[in-house]
């Protein structure tokens, strides 16, 4: 069955105090919005409206990011939930199948609840995600007669009576695509916040006789972000989680605590993953690969057997062969390192290819960026570039050959031909005493003068 997401993302955000769209702020390196997509994309949906209101342009640019099929509609003014819903209606005109209703503020619903959702639809014309609040607080409520749900009450219009039921709505609703868009563009306003509520779909629907259900998730999924401390407290939620799981997969990280991961890290089986590691997004990392401590990752991959640090900073496109070994200090991007390649220490690869089995001494620079323009370094397999060579791109250096340390290397070296780019050494004999009589000298004048 076909399936379309319908995903609110047109609120200002207020209490973020911020400039930046509420739903752009980031958790685990991504988009809020971009994590509610992300639960949303296994449905498979074959249409994505994205509801934008509050820093539009920005929004969709991110939702577009997310996947170029993202279709989004301006609400404008923003007069509700049900408001917001009822927009997506002209676009999802021809659409059959379910819908399902997320928020872009939402991001930790798990696909196998939409899932769980889907399912019970075989019940009911529409499903709400509904779970159990230590504190209800604000929640609208589910009011439920066993099974079935009669209504769901906003709390500015709910009853004592109803305000004391903990049974609370996450938002998340699904239904028949065309049955929602027609309850949502019935929706009225007459209520204590003057919006048009989608919570009241519910009340509507039972009228008609049609049923609605209720499906359970715990309360952590259905936190929302609304303020700075919740987006730091949903960071540190998705992080604990992300490290659990490494653990449970057999991943060994002898600090869990210190190692922060991006929404779509990969860490094979018995990589060994040392304390302060940071990983921004599209960092992969192979089994039995080892990355010590203090490092900061980022679009990169790293194979079998490898070892990358400890101070290390891998960016994007630095893509490291089996076996090859980062060292302390080092610098790495957009670059490709074949098997067994070494980088111990002190050095910057910037857009090369390196051979198979090549040294590169301590201090190495390729200079890649001539003010204007970058340019690739290459350098052949079993080759040895010597401590402190500075590599001025474009230019390339033969297999097997060799670079003399402090060369500054302007021209390409052949095959296993050696290259020295430096002054040549001059030794004048006996002459460093007499220096010294002659500074020491110099600085008694200083003194006296
Ligand atoms: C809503 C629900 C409430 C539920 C709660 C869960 C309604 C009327 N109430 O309340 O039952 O318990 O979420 O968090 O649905 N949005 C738009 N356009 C609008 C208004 C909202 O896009 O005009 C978006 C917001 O950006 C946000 C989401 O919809 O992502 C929810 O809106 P919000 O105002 O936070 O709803 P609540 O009052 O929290
Ligand atoms: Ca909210």
Redesign the pocket.
């Known amino acids: 069955m076909m399936v379309s997401l319908i995903v ?6 207020t209490r973020m105090n911020s400039d930046t769209p ?2 752009l702020h980031q958790v685990a390196s991504a988009h809020l919005l971009h994590h509610a997509l992300l639960a949303g994309a296994s449905l498979e949906p074959s249409r994505i409206v994205v ?4 820093g539009a342009d920005t929004v969709a640019a991110s939702a577009a990011d997310f996947d170029p099929a993202c279709e989004c509609v301006l ?1 404008e ?8 819903v009822a927009q997506a209606a002209p676009l999802l005109q021809d659409a059959t199948g379910d819908a399902f209703v997320l ?4 991001p930790f619903i798990r696909p196998e609840t939409l899932s769980a959702m889907q399912a019970a639809r075989a019940k009911h014309s529409i499903i709400v995600l509904g779970f159990h609040a230590a504190d209800p607080g ?4 589910l009011v439920a007669q066993g099974e079935a749900l009669e209504k ?1 009450v ?2 500015k219009d709910a009853t004592n009576e109803e305000r004391a039921i903990t049974l ?4 998340v609703i699904c239904a028949d695509v065309q049955v929602l868009m027609r309850l949502a563009g019935a929706l009225k306003n007459d209520n204590a ?1 003057g ?6 779909i519910i009340g509507m629907a039972r009228t008609e006789g049609l049923s609605a259900g209720i499906v359970l998730c715990d309360e952590a999924e ?1 936190m ?1 972000i ?1 303020t700075r401390a919740e987006l730091a407290r949903a960071e540190a939620a998705f992080q604990f989680r992300a490290r659990t799981e490494a653990l449970d997969n057999g991943v060994t990280l002898t600090a869990p605590e210190t190692v922060f991961f991006a929404i779509d890290t990969h860490i094979g089986r018995d990589a060994i993953i040392g304390p302060n590691v940071l990983m921004g997004r599209g960092v992969t990392i192979e089994s039995g690969a080892e990355v010590k401590g203090f490092c900061h990752l980022e679009g990169c991959h790293i194979s079998r057997g490898a070892s990358v640090g400890p101070f290390a900073r891998l960016r994007t496109g630095a893509e490291l062969a089996e076996d090859v070994h980062v060292g302390n200090f080092v610098e790495i991007k957009n670059s490709i390192l074949d098997e067994g390649v070494k980088v111990g220490h002190l050095t910057y690869l910037g857009d090369a290819d390196v051979g198979e089995f090549t040294n590169i001494g301590a201090g190495t620079v390729t200079c890649n960026y001539d003010g204007v323009m970058k340019h690739r370094t290459t350098i052949g397999r079993k080759a040895f570039i010597g401590s402190d060579t500075m590599l001025v791109a474009p230019v390339r250096v033969g297999h097997g050959a060799l670079t003399g340390s402090g060369s500054v290397i302007t021209d390409d070296v052949p095959d296993e031909a050696i290259a020295l780019g430096r002054a040549k050494q001059v030794n004048k004999a006996g002459l460093a005493p007499k220096l010294f009589e002659k500074l020491k000298y110099i600085k008694e004048k200083q003194q006296k003068g």
């Open positions: 609110l993302a047109a609120g200002m955000g509420k739903v509801v934008t209101g509050h609400q003014p923003q007069l509700g939930t049900g408001h917001a928020y872009g503020d939402t604000r929640y609208g409520r769901i906003e709390y609370c709505n996450s938002g916040a919006e048009y509520y989608l919570t009241d259905t929302g609304n």
